[in-house]
């Protein structure tokens, strides 16, 4: 199985802060890297696939960045919305996801 | 809309089974596949398996191998999951999830409400 490190499990941030998350995978998963967010006691929701490319809900202050096997997620002008957990998952292989990073204030 | 609504939460013994529904709503139910992906209570995300609706074959990580059937009833675009044999850490909220094919490098893009599990003595 494909391994998907993420850091860092939890971060604090204030509104208007740039926050990134850091995604690792033990293999080349080439672009299939895609990140989700989740809300308390909510569904995950598709965020970025392919690595860099928004879903059509996603504010342009998200985006998503790749270089060999890591992966980055970056928020910028944080919103008090994007209070969340963070996701990674690869869809190379059999899917498999980071651990999470919970972004709060 | 395009919508995955799944079947209401459960209460199971340990040992028992439970089979969990997923009915699509929305779009061409036999060309996008479905992954069963659980959370146990304040922990990530784990993947279950996935089920082609176009033919009904199913791919199950190793660790689940023997204890979990995933099966799709195309009359009426539903999938089901089913679990055996429940053990205490089986307690999770289980979601449906569409895998969204090449258009999204096969990101999951449209997910259930998710079913909670419960399985106590």
């Known amino acids: 199985d494909i391994q998907m490190t993420q850091s860092p499990s939890s971060l604090s941030a204030s509104v208007g802060d740039r926050v990134t998350i850091t995604c690792r995978a033990s293999q080349s998963v080439r672009r299939y890297l895609n990140w989700y967010q989740q809300k308390p006691g909510k569904a995950p929701r598709l965020l970025i696939f392919?690595?860099?490319n928004l879903q059509d809900w996603v504010p342009s202050r998200f985006s998503g960045g790749a270089s060999g096997t890591d992966f980055t997620l970056t928020i910028n002008n944080l919103q008090p919305e994007d209070f969340a957990t963070y996701y990674c998952q690869q869809s190379f292989d059999n899917p498999t996801f980071g651990q999470g990073t919970k972004v709060e204030i | 809309q395009v919508q995955l609504e799944q079947s209401g939460a459960e209460v199971k013994k340990p040992g028992a089974s439970v089979k969990v529904s997923c009915k699509a709503s929305g779009y061409a139910f036999t060309k996008y596949g479905i992954t069963w992906v659980r959370q146990a209570p304040g922990q990530g995300l784990e993947w279950m398996g996935w089920?082609?609706?176009?033919?009904?074959?199913?791919n199950y990580p190793e660790k689940m191998q023997g204890r979990v059937t995933m099966t799709r009833e195309t009359s009426t675009s539903t999938i089901y999951m089913e679990v055996r044999s429940l053990r205490s850490d089986d307690t999770a909220v289980y979601y449906c999830?569409?895998?969204?094919?090449?258009?999204?490098?096969?990101?999951?893009?449209?997910w259930g409400e998710g079913t909670l599990v419960v399985v106590s003595s």
């Open positions: 089920i082609s609706t176009y033919n009904g074959n199913a």
């Open positions: 392919g690595a860099s």
């Open positions: 999830a569409r895998r969204g094919g090449d258009a999204t490098e096969d990101a999951l893009d449209i």
